[in-house]
């Protein structure tokens, strides 16, 4: 079953990205592929990555510190998730 997550930091997109990253591999999630998808005038982003645990895709937005929290989710919830943070990203 696929994850998502929702994240906050106090860092910028590319700090941020390689962050959650770095915290789904300690949380035990091999990465195979990773994309990045943020608007430059937006403080939000999508993250996904394909592991070895399945999809995971986390939103951030800017917060006060680091923090992520996952949860396991079924496959039509996943891509609703996707779909509406990208609309909202793209500006749809």
């Known amino acids: 079953m ?9 860092l910028g ?4 990205y390689q962050l959650i990253l770095d915290e789904l591999s300690k949380r ?5 592929f990773s ?17 070895e645990r399945g ?4 939103r951030w937005s800017l917060g006060k ?3 992520l929290r996952i949860e ?3 496959e039509d919830a996943f891509e609703d998730f996707v779909e509406e943070t990208l609309d909202y990203i793209g500006g749809d």
Do not use: C
């Open 72 to 74: 396991e989710i079924d």
């Open 55 to 58: 999809m995971v895709a986390v």
């Open 65 to 67: 510190s680091f923090e």
């Open 28 to 32: 035990g999630f091999r990465i195979g």
């Open 2 to 10: 696929p994850y998502i997550g929702i994240a906050r930091t106090n």
């Open 13 to 16: 997109p590319l700090q941020t």
């Open 35 to 51: 994309k990045h998808h943020w608007a430059g005038d937006m403080p939000f982003g999508l993250v996904l990555a394909e592991t």
